[in-house]
């Protein structure tokens, strides 16, 4: 009796340093928030010098997308950029952004749930995010910007942000690979495809709708997309036509954002 009590407190005391052990273990992960000040600082020091930081939006997207697709989608493409990469981490995503005016109400500020922020606050943000991230030690500070309204407003900042850093090691990067590809770039793939111009669309069409399809299949509402009307302006579809959208149609758009945005960083980034 005594012998097997023994073997069971051995046995205990092993399972018990080896849970510790685990949970002492820094996580296989590339997002920023998941990591301790004393994680991140380590592997800044062994090379993870390029930080990610996901701009999204919140905001309509038809009555079958929900209001968080960019959020959702930028955080799924930032993270497999970053790991593509292998030397870049992923800061949270940025949700609130400029999406028109709020007196009166214009452009998708008048549907229910779009958050809109002065176009000023956002910048300000940005140029925040990037000045904290170069103190800690980050030399590649990389804006990917999922919606198309504030593209301008990032090209302004990184401008101003490598005017300030001249003479440091810290450079600000927007590659416009990443919303080009979203944009015209997945158009062209799925005319290649045999879709129209009038499915495609410019906003939660075939193409934003499949994209969404691929990364987040729990933000579409399948059921009413496939079942319902042609939607138009005044749902907040505008120019296309979702019915026919597919997760399978939406992976042909990220795997092309995912490569062509890997490839331009390790170009724009090399010898950094």
């Given at each position: 009796m005594m012998r097997h009590s023994v073997r069971l407190i051995f046995a205990?005391?092993?399972?018990?340093?080896?849970?510790?052990?685990?949970?002492?273990?820094?996580?296989?992960?590339?997002?920023?928030?998941?990591?301790?000040?004393?994680?991140?600082?380590?592997?800044?020091q062994a090379g993870k010098t390029t930080i990610i930081i996901p701009i999204g939006a919140t905001e309509q997207s038809g009555p079958?997308?929900?209001?968080?697709?960019?959020?959702?989608?930028?955080?799924?493409?930032?993270?497999?950029?970053?790991?593509?990469?292998?030397?870049?981490?992923v800061a949270p995503v940025i949700a609130y952004v400029p999406e028109g005016s709020y007196a009166p109400p214009t452009s998708h500020m008048r549907f229910p749930g779009t958050i809109t922020?002065?176009?000023?606050?956002?910048?300000?943000?940005?140029?925040?995010?990037?000045?904290?991230?170069?103190?800690?030690?980050?030399?590649?500070?990389?804006?990917?910007?999922?919606?198309?309204?504030?593209q301008k407003d990032i090209t302004l900042v990184v401008a101003h942000l490598n005017k300030a850093w001249a003479g440091t090691k810290a450079r600000a990067f927007v590659p416009p690979e990443y919303y080009a590809t979203s944009s015209d770039g997945y158009a062209q793939i799925l005319r290649?495809?045999?879709?129209?111009?009038?499915?495609?669309?410019?906003?939660?069409?075939?193409?934003?709708t499949s994209l969404q399809l691929a990364v987040a299949p729990q933000m579409v509402r399948l059921d009413r997309l496939h079942s319902g009307a042609k939607l138009g302006p005044a749902d907040g579809v505008y120019g296309g036509d979702?019915?026919?959208s597919s997760a399978e149609l939406g992976r042909l758009g990220i795997d092309a954002i995912v490569s062509r945005t890997v490839d331009a960083l390790r170009k724009d980034t090399a010898g950094r």
């Open positions: 205990v005391t092993v399972l018990l340093l080896a849970a510790q052990t685990a949970l002492a273990q820094t996580p296989k992960t590339v997002l920023l928030q998941d990591l301790t000040w004393t994680e991140l600082r380590d592997q800044i079958d997308v929900a209001l968080g697709k960019h959020n959702a989608r930028v955080a799924w493409l930032s993270q497999k950029i970053a790991e593509g990469l292998d030397n870049a981490l922020i002065p176009d000023d606050v956002f910048e300000k943000t940005l140029e925040s995010a990037a000045n904290s991230f170069a103190v800690h030690g980050f030399t590649n500070i990389v804006f990917l910007g999922d919606h198309g309204g504030y290649q495809h045999g879709y129209r111009d009038d499915e495609i669309g410019t906003h939660a069409g075939l193409a934003d979702p019915r026919r």
